[in-house]
């Protein structure tokens, strides 16, 4: 069966307050719409397209950074101005006009659809004969303002009322409306030439094919889905609810995987994450986007690690950040308050104590001393530093870039290493310590008198 999908993501998002397009909104470190887009593609559908606004260059990004990572071909539609979803659909004509199969309409503001729940849909369609439209709804437990489905004795779908159309009673009703429609593209045409915008937001509702079915004698069904999975992004509150849906998801996940998360709700996830077996969480730690840890890893406290790969039993924090491009290798140590940048940190190399690292690869089993930085900008480009296996670097070093230090070499704490250092050498550019006799006695005598 040749499925067609249509995700709508036209609409301003004015409820958002913001300047950012409601579908470029981050969740779970990538944008809603990636979520959609994703489940789309699940359904391996014949074409997809979305239908969005002219000029917003953000959406258009969004959706080319999607079909970059999936190798994929996404069609666009743009909707001149916004007059409702039903009138969405019609500016994706050309995508839907030559459909036999169904039409799967998706909200680009729903973004914690399942796989499942759509399958659900499509067996429901696949009656014989098929109805002319599946709906997706909820019953709500919480008060919203969502469409409300009615049904009629048979328990098929009579109309779904829109909540700013409703009356009191019909708001009472529990069953709500996901959004997400399956149409058989046969009769769509048919329908949506007799769609109009005569209702309280004078606007084309894609819920009025339902009523426009039934006129004709046609058969419209409803699945059922889960109220948190179907959940729309109005606001940013509800933006706020899916991230913990999401984040409940990815702990739970990570736990069955075989990850200890000491205390679960202060850990954050990004949709990526990637925890290997045995590795262990502690508190307060987030995940950015592009993070593989693997087995027997452990994260101590109040550590932000993003696009990093910590290797095979290492043991990271309390209180690291680890920026993009961090390789730290296998059985190593990152402690306290230490920064890694575009670094490559080798198998059992130390960094334990307040130190930046950017653009550097660390030898094998080196050690660096508490307070190393590298100075790796020049305040025009970036240089790298290159210290070799079982290097020493002394505290309070400054590695000024591009610098080499050799392997075994030593540099003395408190040193400014502006040259190479060769292999086994000993480097240091101390000022030599000078003592004064009794300087002590006489600095105070001269200072109180
Ligand atoms: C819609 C449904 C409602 C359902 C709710 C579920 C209709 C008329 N109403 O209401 O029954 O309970 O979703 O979340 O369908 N869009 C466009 N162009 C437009 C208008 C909207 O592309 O002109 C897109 C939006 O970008 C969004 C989606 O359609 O992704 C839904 O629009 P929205 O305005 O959020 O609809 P709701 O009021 O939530
Ligand atoms: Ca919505």
């Not at 397209?49 to 666009?76: L, R, W």
């Not at 996830?269 to 693997?294: M, Y």
């Amino acid at each position: 069966m040749q499925l067609r999908t249509i995700i709508l993501a036209a609409g301003q998002g004015a409820r958002m307050q913001s300047s950012l397009p409601k579908v470029c909104h981050a969740l779970g470190g990538r944008p809603l719409l990636h979520y959609v887009l994703d489940v789309s593609f699940q359904m391996d559908p014949e074409t997809l397209s979305v239908v969005i606004s002219p000029n917003t260059p953000d959406v258009e990004q969004v959706i080319d950074e999607f079909s970059a990572t999936c190798g994929c071909k996404i069609y666009t539609s743009l909707q001149q101005e916004q007059h409702g979803t039903g009138h969405a659909l019609m500016a994706a004509y050309e995508h839907w006009k030559k459909a036999t199969g169904p039409v799967l309409v998706l909200f680009g503001d729903t973004p914690l659809l399942t796989q499942a729940t759509l399958e659900k849909m499509l067996n429901a369609y696949q009656q014989d004969p098929n109805p002319a439209v599946v709906v997706l709804g909820m019953q709500c437990t919480t008060p919203n303002s969502y469409g409300r489905i009615e049904l009629d004795a048979q328990g098929d779908v009579a109309a779904i009322v829109e909540y700013q159309d409703a009356t009191p009673e019909q708001r009472n009703n529990p069953l709500g409306n996901s959004g997400v429609m399956l149409i058989d593209g046969a009769k769509l045409q048919g329908l949506m030439d007799q769609l109009t915008c005569d209702n309280a937001q004078q606007e084309y509702y894609l819920t009025d094919l339902v009523l426009l079915a039934r006129a004709q004698g046609e058969r419209v069904m409803w699945v059922e889905g889960c109220e948190t999975e179907l959940q729309g992004v109005n606001t940013r509150i509800d933006l706020s609810q899916a991230e913990a849906v999401l984040q409940k998801r990815w702990r739970e996940q990570a736990m069955l995987a075989g990850a200890t998360l000491i205390d679960p709700h202060s850990v954050y996830f990004s949709f990526d994450t990637k925890l290997g077996q045995d590795v262990t969480v502690f508190p307060n730690v987030s995940f950015g986007p592009g993070v593989r840890v693997d087995d027997h890893a452990i994260i101590r406290p109040f550590c932000r690690i993003e696009q990093a790969h910590i290797q095979e039993g290492a043991v990271v924090g309390p209180f690291v950040h680890l920026r993009p491009g961090s390789v730290i290798g296998s059985e190593s140590r990152i402690g306290n308050f230490v920064e890694i940048k575009q670094s490559e940190i080798g198998k059992g190399a130390k960094v334990s104590h307040l130190s930046y690292i950017g653009d550097t690869d660390l030898g094998e089993g080196a050690n660096v001393g508490a307070g190393t930085i590298t100075c790796n900008y020049d305040g025009f480009a970036k240089h790298r530093t290159k210290i070799g296996s079982r290097a020493f670097i002394g505290s309070n070093s400054c590695l000024i870039a591009p610098v080499e230090i050799g392997d075994q070499a030593i540099v003395g704490a408190g040193s400014v290493v502006t040259r190479a250092v060769p292999q086994e050498a000993l480097a240091h550019s101390r000022v030599p310590q000078q003592n004064l006799e009794s300087g002590a006695v006489k600095y105070r005598r001269k200072r109180s008198s």
